[in-house]
């Protein structure tokens, strides 16, 4: 079974720049999930979708950060524009929501951002 | 404010060894507890988890002790291997958050 997939790995922007990261969830999770990883720190969560539905974005800068999950399986999260201190890495995880309180997340590669 | 912390950003022990790893919170809503492991270049996998209702799980190598008096858990790994050494981070849950909150990693080296 194919994990978490995002692109790109890697990305370099100047500050101001727009940018986008993509998530692809395991198969069949509908609950996805958008983590900020900053250098030395634990991974914060950004948002998170069911299915469609943002249905926590309380941490979502939203003046330049923005994310979508048009079909309810891929998403996008796009800053714009970006700012030397979003460098960081950017994680999605994506669960199965198995009607239990607690649901395993499952977590990409991640994207590594660097503002210049 | 940190609710989840983790004390000790590194550790060394020797291989065959035991490694003891330590996550202490501060959200007595928290009732749900997780590991993870991260490998460089890798998203965090993971490793194992406990419920409030107990106090131990052991998976293989891997036990998790929970203290909720002290507001404490800590990861045994016994015995240690190199391909151990990795990040490991510790998160909490609180029922139906769905939110995991993680501390701020310690970097386990298992030396051979």
């Known amino acids: 079974e194919a994990g978490v997939v995002q692109s790109p790995r890697y990305k370099i922007i100047e500050k101001k720049q727009p940018v986008a990261f993509w998530c692809n969830p395991i198969?069949?999770?509908?609950?996805l999930y958008w983590y900020l990883q900053n250098l030395g720190q634990g991974p914060e969560l950004l948002i998170r979708?069911?299915?469609?539905?943002?249905?926590?974005d309380s941490q979502l800068p939203k003046d330049r950060f923005s994310a979508e999950r048009l079909k309810g399986v891929d998403s996008t999260l796009k800053i714009q524009p970006a700012e030397l201190g979003d460098s960081a890495v950017y994680l999605c995880?994506?669960?199965?929501?198995?009607?239990?309180?607690?649901?395993?997340?499952?977590f990409g590669p991640g994207t590594r951002l660097t503002v210049l | 404010d940190q609710q989840v912390k983790q004390n000790s950003p590194s550790l060394s022990v020797q291989e065959g060894r035991i490694s003891i790893l330590n996550c202490d919170y501060t959200?007595?809503?928290?009732?749900?507890f997780l590991w993870y492991k991260k490998y460089p270049a890798e998203g965090p996998t993971f490793l194992i988890s406990?419920?409030?209702?107990?106090d131990k799980n052991e998976d293989g190598r891997f036990t998790v002790f929970l203290n909720k008096s002290a507001k404490h858990l800590s990861l045994h790994i016994v015995p240690s291997q190199p391909g151990d050494s990795a990040v490991y981070f510790c998160?909490?849950?609180?029922?139906?958050?769905?939110?995991?909150?993680f501390g701020t990693g310690t970097r386990l080296k298992v030396l051979a």
């Open positions: 995880a994506s669960s199965f929501d198995s009607g239990s309180a607690y649901n395993e997340q499952f």
């Open positions: 198969s069949g999770h509908n609950t």
């Open positions: 979708y069911e299915n469609e539905e943002a249905v926590d």
């Open positions: 959200n007595s809503m928290f009732d749900y």
């Open positions: 406990i419920s409030s209702i107990k």
């Open positions: 998160a909490a849950s609180a029922s139906g958050t769905y939110k995991y909150i």
